[in-house]
């Protein structure tokens, strides 16, 4: 079995695409998935995340100071 992936921008046509797919007698299935999020919106989710770290200075000798800590 092969597959074939094709990407369409509009959504009329992808449906009409896939109806004239599911007409042919030598297609077994035929799904349409839709791409929500966008390069664009990734880079925004990640710089959205920046905030949790500002007043935090963390360094390798902070860190080094938290692993050999002796508690008392």
């Not at 094709?6 to 599911?22: F, H, I, N, P």
């Amino acid at each position: 079995m092969k597959q074939l992936i094709v990407q369409v921008v509009d959504t009329d046509k992808a449906e009409m695409l896939s109806k004239l797919l599911t007409a042919l007698d030598f297609v077994n299935s035929v799904e349409i998935q839709e791409q929500n999020q966008t390069k664009i919106d990734n880079e925004q989710d990640f710089f959205a995340l920046a905030g949790l770290w500002d007043n935090r200075t963390i360094t390798a000798e902070t860190i080094r100071q938290e692993a050999w800590r002796e508690d008392s």
